[in-house]
């Protein structure tokens, strides 16, 4: 790889225009030479164009793609793509201002290295007045170190990978709602391929701040394990039982900073379990995965 490779930043949006043009915006002011990058738009069939948040000078390109789910789209912004270099992040992350720099650099550092999965800090809209979803998501969500240690994956709010890699791996499977980035990640490693963690690669993360806005990420979560993995007739009724470990990780987890912030946070835990439990038999009945 050169010492400054071109690089292709891919970010998928649908509905969410207006958190889009923050995240262009930071993309637009990154420190790598302005040269050598580009970022394509891919809208995954928003109701309302995101043209207009994209229809500015320079090095965003907009494209569309009519079938449903992110990694669709992904797939979409690669075929048009032409970096050595491909970074994925979200419509609704803001990259910090080094961000394509140091992913680029960590990636440069490990020649065979499969992915660099970047640290996802996620914030609340006023950390003084969190609400119990936002504490929850703060203390659970995209934890970058240990989906690449533990889980074998990164997730593609903040990813960095090789174009060579994805010529021997393969794309994203488009037909996933969510959980395409730990499949392929299990791909990558199945090939030998290094995994890695960048603390310094920083994109930053809006928490869900209510109950329908995490109702709805725990089902399309739901939906894309089961397309993954199944769910077999032990998991269907493990999911039923009280969970123990899970709500008393989060209640000794240093970010929240009292007894009431801890209480709200396990209480929004036991919500999601069970939310998982009954999307997970609704599933099993023969439901379709939801977006």
């Known amino acids: 790889m050169t010492a400054h490779p071109f690089v292709s930043v891919i970010v998928p949006v649908y509905n969410d225009s207006e958190r889009l043009q923050l995240c262009l915006r930071a993309l637009e002011g990154q420190t790598y030479p302005q040269h050598l990058y580009e970022i394509v738009v891919v809208d995954n069939g928003s ?8 229809a500015r000078p ?8 009519t079938r449903p789910g992110s ?9 048009l793509a032409r970096g050595e270099v491909i970074a994925f992040t979200d419509a609704d992350c803001i990259p910090a201002r080094d961000w394509i720099e140091r ?4 990636l440069s550092r490990s020649p065979a290295c499969g992915l660099i999965a970047g640290r996802v800090e996620v914030f609340a809209e006023d950390r003084g007045s969190a609400t119990a979803v936002e504490l929850y998501e703060m203390v659970t969500y995209l934890q970058q170190k240990k989906h690449v ?7 593609t709010a903040n990813l960095f990978t090789l174009r060579s890699v994805f010529e021997r791996v393969g794309t994203f499977n488009g037909g996933m709602m969510s959980g395409g980035d730990v499949e392929w990640g299990h791909r990558v490693s199945a090939l030998g391929y290094e995994m890695l963690y960048a603390d310094d690669a920083l994109v930053a993360h809006p928490a869900r701040r209510t109950f329908g806005h995490l109702y709805r990420k725990v089902v399309r979560i739901a939906g894309g394990s089961h397309s993954l993995n199944g769910i077999s007739s032990w998991s269907l009724l493990a ?12 209640w000794r987890d240093p970010k929240l900073k009292s007894p ?3 209480g709200e946070a396990v209480g929004v835990a036991l919500f999601v379990c069970y939310v998982q ?3 997970k038999l609704r599933l099993a009945l023969g439901g379709k995965a939801r977006r």
């Open 103 to 106: 992913g680029v650099a960590r």
């Open 239 to 250: 999911s039923f039982l009280p969970p123990v470990r899970y709500p008393l990780a989060i």
């Open 149 to 155: 240690e533990v889980d074998g994956f990164g997730a």
């Open 58 to 65: 320079g090095r965003v390109r907009l494209c569309s793609e």
């Open 47 to 54: 109701d309302e164009s995101p043209a207009p948040s994209v």
């Open 71 to 79: 990694y669709a789209a992904r797939n979409r912004g690669l075929s």
């Open 277 to 279: 439990a009954w999307e």
């Open 260 to 262: 009431r912030e801890r």
